[in-house]
């Protein structure tokens, strides 16, 4: 499956991004999907999955309140919808699809190519 992420850019603290994904290739129904990020000098990290149903998901404790992960599998597309950002949001952030428990753990089957975040104080 190849995903394609978008929707990154700067926003100052206390705004709002939504960024997208959008799968071709394998049935993408049929995969858990979800997001990492990478911030400047450190290693990439899970932030949040989402079942093939979409019956099920989750948050890091960092993002909890303040990001929502989600899924139109109509539309091959996953989203995270980022509120209340902050400086420390900021990142490479990259779609990926697998399995649900395996991503939460930090690995991924199918990567993107990673969309920027940038959050200014």
């Known amino acids: 499956v190849q995903l394609q992420a978008s929707g990154g850019g700067l926003v100052q603290a206390g705004g709002s991004l939504r960024l997208s994904c959008a799968a071709s290739?394998?049935?993408?129904?049929?995969?858990?999907m979800g997001w990492f990020r990478q911030a400047p000098r450190k290693e990439r990290e899970f932030v949040a999955a989402?079942?093939?149903?979409?019956?099920?998901?989750y948050v890091v404790d960092s993002v909890k309140g303040r990001f929502t992960i989600s899924r139109d599998n109509a539309k091959n597309t996953e989203y995270l919808q980022m509120n209340s950002l902050k400086p420390e949001d900021t990142a490479v952030y990259y779609c990926a699809a697998g399995y649900y428990t395996i991503m939460i753990r930090g690995g991924a089957n199918y990567w993107g190519q990673g969309t920027l975040v940038t959050v200014s104080s």
């Open positions: 989402i079942r093939w149903s979409g019956g099920s998901t």
């Open positions: 290739g394998r049935t993408f129904s049929g995969y858990d």
